[in-house]
């Protein structure tokens, strides 16, 4: 691809597809010259645009980042993923209203995406513990998309936990450890929901866990020992 690009310096398609090349190569600084000749050339090249934002928002340039994919939007309005991306970057240059907006217009497009469903949930919880509720709900879509997901399962039980729910975090929490078992922070918060639940002897078991996975973590330690401190019977006999 780049021995063609050399070659053929005017076509649009060699050029864009070598920068989706070097963005997937995680090259975006020689990425995003691609896509300037591509738009150079071809200035409503949506796809382009989309790269060319998706490039610049590896290189922490967000004000351009957003730029390209707020053009990648108007000019293909009913591209779900591009709501997405364009989501993506204004959640992480905390334009949080702006997110929830281009999340929600990509799930209108495609209700079944599992990523926008997720980020939808985290931008929620940005906004507070109002939306908590709204939080919940979109994790759990993206679970009930994508079971097998370990951090999907994680992130739901998180919001459950934060939602004051630990009996549905403690299951969210076991069924990312049976899918990928040596996790620390899953083993660490699974036993904060157990110990939510009084449920002191699994809450202490998972503690310990997540010590032998990292032995230098000092919350899991000082858990753990308060537990211990004010039920001595579960100290190892």
Known sequence: ??????????????????????????????????????????????????????AYWKQGKLDQATNQLSQAVTLEPDNPQFHYDFGTVLLANSNVDEAIAQFSEALRLKSDYADAHGNLAVAFIRQGRARAREAVLHFSEAVRLQPNDPERRFNLGLALLDNHQPAEAAFQFSEELRLKPDVTKAHYRLAQALQQQNKLAGAVEHYREALRLTPEFPEAKAALDQILFTNPDLLPQ
């Open 1 to 54: 691809l780049s021995a063609a690009a050399r070659l053929a310096p005017f076509d649009t398609t060699i050029h864009y597809n070598f920068g989706k090349v070097l963005l997937d190569f995680d090259r975006p600084k020689e990425a995003a010259a691609c896509f300037i000749v591509t738009l150079d050339n071809n200035p409503n090249f949506t796809e382009a645009h989309n790269g060319l934002g998706k």
